[in-house]
T-cell receptor, first 112, second 117 residues
């Protein structure tokens, strides 16, 4: 079985500073991993996905994530936070034919 | 990109009534749709997997007789909460799965907030 763990429930950064949202996975096989963002009252939006083609995955809005098998991690980063990045972020694993397992979510707050 | 809609976006109902939520893939065909629920300050929990033309597969602990799922076409799946009670109040989100040139991707609807009084 696959599980996904987000290590921080809340992350707070200042605008213009780097963002790091941490995610660890456990899987008995090479996983497909995703990061989704959920803004208030809006649907989930796919930021990026890892499907074994490249360990460093670039997504939308300047986000990227690096798959590290040795650390079983898939942390999400962004060099410079913007106010519009404030939202909840979910690290997600795909367990089988389209079926997803969600991490607990990390709420990102961006201060002016 | 692909769009998934849900209707209604919000619904308030009395305890004991039934509520139907629609999930539509607007510009693609989805053989598989998923239904999730999200309680306040919690993550999304998969309720069931819905395949067009066949019975839905429910996750452990989800009552199939209470949460009726119909996937009659490749663009529409419905979730009916029967005899709703206050504890069913939640945020219900559907997603539609498709495989194509960009690989497999799930697209999520905007969600339906259900409040049972």
């Amino acid at each position: 079985a696959q599980s996904v763990t987000q290590l921080d429930s809340h992350v707070s950064v200042s605008e213009g500073t780097p963002v790091l949202l941490r995610c660890n996975y456990s899987s008995s096989y090479s996983p497909s991993l995703f990061w989704y963002v959920q803004h208030p009252n809006k649907g989930l939006q796919l930021l990026l996905k890892y499907t074994s083609a490249a360990t460093l995955v670039k997504g939308i809005n300047g986000f990227e994530a690096e798959f590290k098998k040795s650390e079983t991690s898939f942390h999400l980063t962004k060099p410079s936070a913007h106010m519009s990045d404030a939202a909840e972020y979910f690290c997600v694993g795909r367990t089988s034919y389209g079926k997803l397992t969600f991490g607990q979510g990390t709420i990102l707050t961006v201060h002016p | 990109g692909a769009v998934v809609s849900q209707h209604p976006s919000r619904v308030i109902c009395k305890s004991g009534t039934s509520v139907k939520i629609e999930c539509r893939s607007l510009d693609f065909q989805a053989t598989t749709m998923f239904w999730y629920r999200q309680f306040p300050k919690q993550s999304l929990m998969l309720m069931a997997t819905s395949n067009e033309g066949s019975k839905a597969t429910y996750e452990q602990g989800v009552e199939k007789d209470k949460f009726l799922i119909n996937h009659a076409s490749l663009t529409l799946s419905t979730l009916t909460v029967t005899s709703a009670h206050p504890e069913d109040s939640s945020f219900y989100i559907c997603s539609a799965w498709t495989s194509g040139g960009a690989g497999e991707t799930q697209y999520f609807g905007p969600g339906t907030r259900l409040l049972v009084l």
